[in-house]
């Protein structure tokens, strides 16, 4: 599975982006897909996550209630709706695809995630 990130960008604290990430390969639909994000000098933290269905969500607390995961398993694309930004949310936002099952090392870690995007940058100005 490749996938490929798009839709970061520039946006006043308060704003709204949606950042999508569109996979290859005829098997999307059977990934739970995630989106991390990456801030200057910090490791690179869970965000969001949806189940192949898209019937199961989690968020990180930090986002929990301004950001919307979804998925397209017909357009083989991930959304990541965000409202309400702020600027601790600037950050390289990535996408990354896992054939795991639904636990937290599947969910929300690096090494669940068997492939990665290769991020859109988000700025979010004060």
């Known amino acids: 599975v490749q996938l490929q990130a798009s839709g970061g960008g520039l946006v006043q604290a308060g704003g709204s982006l949606r950042l999508s990430c569109a996979a290859s390969?005829?098997?999307?639909?059977?990934?739970?897909m995630g989106w991390f994000r990456q801030a200057p000098g910090k490791e690179r933290e869970f965000v969001a996550y949806?189940?192949?269905?898209?019937?199961?969500?989690y968020y990180a607390d930090s986002v929990k209630g301004r950001f919307t995961i979804s998925r397209d398993n017909a357009k083989n694309t991930v959304y990541l709706q965000m409202n309400s930004l702020k600027p601790e949310d600037t950050a390289v936002y990535y996408c990354?695809?896992?054939?795991?099952?639904?636990?937290?090392?599947?969910?929300?870690?690096?090494?669940?995630?068997?492939?990665w995007g290769q991020g859109t940058q988000v700025t979010v100005s004060s």
């Open positions: 949806i189940s192949w269905s898209g019937g199961s969500t």
């Open positions: 990354a695809a896992t054939s795991g099952g639904r636990n937290y090392y599947t969910i929300a870690t690096l090494a669940g995630y068997d492939y």
């Open positions: 390969g005829r098997t999307f639909s059977s990934y739970a």
